[in-house]
């Protein structure tokens, strides 16, 4: 269950898995996810292309502003070694699936967009995170998304021959979050810095819910 308080009584060494642990304290936020109209407009094939072609775009609007900070970061973060490492990996990951989605939509930019209020505050809880002096809150802040997609994927039952199939069979895998284990375990080191993640890996898990919500 959720333990919003910092005086929850636990030690880093109890959890065995910290990305087990910040899901479980957040699987209310997924279950209202899977269960909005957003998804049953999906699998009834009643979603208006209008509609999807906005959740679409501003998906492209998080993809972009999570890239782009994700670059910042690669520059910014030179020590440890495996975190840098991490972070640069995941910067190179995010930018060759922004240039394919942007190819595919024939597009060159998406200066013309406008954010959303709902992919607006998703993106201003990177920019707070970012401040941390410790970046392996901002790999915490990264874990929601894969996670959340992996697990709607296998959740969600769409036909194979939908229109949508592509994308959820791309989700279903759920490799993207397995690379988080060993950096997490290896830094959140203390009951003080679970906790803290922890609350960060939940706004992250509303601000998803959020945009849900508004596409």
Same mark, same amino acid.
């Given at each position: 269950?959720?333990?919003?308080?910092?005086?929850?009584?636990? %030690?880093?060494?109890?959890?065995?898995?910290?990305?087990?642990?910040?899901?479980?304290?957040? $699987?209310?936020?997924?279950?209202?996810? =899977?269960?909005?109209?957003?998804? /049953?407009? =999906?699998?009834?094939?009643?979603?208006?292309?209008?509609?999807?072609?906005?959740?679409? =775009? +501003?998906?492209?609007?998080?993809?972009?502003?999570?890239?782009?900070?994700?670059?910042?970061?690669?520059?910014?973060? %030179?020590?440890?070694?495996?975190?840098?490492?991490?972070? +640069?990996?995941?910067?190179?990951?995010?930018?060759?699936?922004?240039?394919?989605?942007?190819?595919?939509?024939?597009?060159?930019?998406?200066?013309?967009?406008?954010? %959303?209020?709902?992919?607006?505050?998703? $993106?201003?809880?990177?920019?707070?995170?970012?401040?941390?002096?410790?970046?392996?809150?901002?790999?915490?802040?990264? $874990?929601?998304?894969?996670?959340?997609?992996?697990?709607?994927? +296998?959740?969600? +039952?769409?036909?194979?021959?939908?229109?949508?199939?592509?994308?959820?069979?791309?989700?279903?895998?759920?490799?993207?979050?397995?690379?988080?284990?060993?950096?997490?375990?290896?830094? =959140?080191?203390?009951?003080? /810095?679970?906790?803290?993640?922890?609350?960060?890996?939940?706004?992250?898990?509303?601000?998803?819910?959020?945009?849900?919500?508004?596409?």
């Amino acid at each position: 269950m959720y333990c919003p308080h910092s005086g929850c009584s636990f %030690t880093a060494k109890q959890i065995d898995d910290v990305c087990e642990y910040f899901w479980n304290n957040s $699987l209310d936020l997924a279950e209202e996810i =899977l269960n909005l109209g957003f998804w /049953k407009k =999906l699998k009834s094939y009643s979603m208006k292309a209008e509609r999807f072609q906005r959740f679409t =775009l +501003q998906d492209m609007l998080y993809l972009d502003g999570v890239t782009a900070m994700l670059k910042e970061m690669s520059e910014k973060v %030179t020590q440890p070694e495996d975190l840098k490492v991490f972070i +640069q990996e995941r910067h190179s990951s995010y930018k060759t699936f922004r240039d394919s989605c942007l190819q595919n939509l024939l597009m060159k930019d998406l200066n013309s967009i406008e954010h %959303t209020p709902a992919i607006q505050k998703y $993106l201003d809880t990177y920019r707070e995170v970012m401040k941390e002096s410790d970046p392996v809150y901002f790999v915490v802040a990264l $874990l929601p998304c894969p996670r959340v997609w992996s697990w709607i994927a +296998q959740n969600l +039952q769409l036909p194979d021959h939908g229109a949508h199939y592509i994308r959820k069979s791309d989700n279903e895998g759920g490799q993207s979050e397995k690379r988080f284990r060993p950096i997490l375990k290896k830094y =959140l080191n203390a009951a003080e /810095k679970v906790q803290k993640a922890n609350d960060i890996f939940r706004r992250q898990m509303q601000n998803e819910r959020d945009f849900f919500c508004s596409s």
